[in-house]
Each structure stands twice: as C-alpha cells, then as structure tokens.
C-alpha cells in the first residue's frame, strides 16, 4: 500500500520553462515532507522541505507547495535547467522517531 | 559529495550466499539509516541506527541484519540471498535521532545471480 505516490513516472520541460513535479499522500497523519532529487550513480540529495504548518516554501529556484486538504504536495522548479535533469522522489513523516516514507520518484528531462 | 561512504559500491554474488555492506557516516553524525530500492520502486526503509542502538525497524527480512559499532560505521548483512535481494542499498545518515533531512551515500549495487 503506497502512502505516499508520485503518479508521473517521467517529465519532460524545456529550458526556461517551469516544471511542476507532483506528489499525493493517503496518511493525514503525515507532517512534514521532503524532495530529494537523484542523480545517476550517486545517493539521493535532499532539495527542500515544508512542514504541515506551511502551505508554500521556497529556496531559490525551488518552491514546493502542500496542500493539507487535498493531501497532495507540489514543487515548482523556475526556471529548469538541463542541470535540473535527475530523478525527484517525494518523502513524508510523521514528527518523531518514524522514518521517511518516499514516493517512487519522477524522472525529469530538461531540454536545451 | 555528501560525506556518507559506502562500501562496495557493486557486489554480485549467488543465491544461498551471504554478504556485509558496510557505511560511514558524516563525520558527527550519530544516526544511520538502510533502504533498498528495487527496480521501478522508491526506497523502502529498513532500519534505523542511532549511537549503537536500533530505533526503529521497517520491512526488514529477517534474513537481514545491522548493527552500528562504537565508531558508529554501521554494517547491513544479508544472508540466504535470493534473486529479489537484487537491489541498490543505500545508507543515510543525520545528526539527530529523528532528523528527516538525511545525507545519502552512494549506494552499494547488489546483484545475486
């Protein structure tokens, strides 16, 4: 049973454009979520998070969006960059000693 | 580079056999995490290790064991191995107990053939 799901496999954006990777949980008890981003051959690298308390963080060129009520989560990347090129996974958890639970990623292509 | 290192980076072994991965953590960090990710999934939690002592466990089988050592290098062993151990093991580490901005390793591929 995936708690946490990020339905697109893949995405491609051009350069310059906005990318919008998105990602739904079922377990409301969830409170603070996370996006790593994954190059090949390397180990996931933690982008940028948002508590259940927020519904927008930014850093940069990344913003991600929660929204409780639907139980779904976004992040913007403004603009892409063909560096930007990695797989992106979702993680959610619940405050305390619970560890991460993590959507099967989406893959995004930025071309020049 | 995250500072998190993991060792070897490709194994390939047979079914029936047994292996160890082996992790260091970022220099001061106490907490160490395992999780596999198989083909076409996300990374499936296995266990958590925080200053020697487990804090948590995930879908771990119980052909699988860890434990952190006194330097706080954490060894994940595999034993009995089948075809569907076949996976990439990645191991984490942060600073705090439940610290959920955790630093990952590279990630150790195993094959069992």
């Known amino acids: 049973d995936q708690q946490v799901k990020q339905n697109s496999p893949s995405l491609s954006v051009q350069e310059g454009r906005i990318s919008i990777l998105n990602c739904d949980y079922t377990n409301s008890m969830f409170d603070y979520f996370l996006w790593y981003k994954k190059y090949p051959a390397e180990g996931p690298t933690f982008l940028i998070s948002?508590?259940?308390?927020?519904d927008k963080n930014e850093d940069g060129r990344f913003t991600v969006f929660l929204n409780k009520s639907a139980k779904h989560l976004s992040l913007h990347i403004v603009p892409s960059q063909p560096g930007d090129s990695a797989v992106y996974f979702c993680a959610a958890s619940f405050s305390g000693n619970t560890p991460l639970v993590f959507g099967k990623g989406t893959r995004l292509s930025v071309i020049a | 580079d995250s500072g998190v290192t993991q060792t070897p980076k490709h194994l390939i072994t047979a079914t029936g056999q047994r292996v160890t991965l082996r992790c260091s953590p970022r220099s001061g960090d106490l907490s160490v995490y395992w999780y596999q990710q198989s083909l076409d999934q996300g990374l499936q939690f296995l266990i958590h290790?925080?200053?020697?002592?487990?804090?948590a466990k995930g879908n771990i089988l119980e052909r699988f064991s860890a434990q952190q050592f006194p330097d706080l290098h954490s060894e994940l062993n595999l034993s009995s191995l089948e075809l569907g151990d076949s996976a990439l093991y990645f191991c984490a580490s942060s600073a705090r107990p439940t610290s959920f901005e955790q630093y990952f390793g590279p990630g150790t591929r195993l094959t069992v053939t």
């Open positions: 948002i508590s259940s308390i927020k």
């Open positions: 290790y925080y200053n020697g002592e487990e804090r």
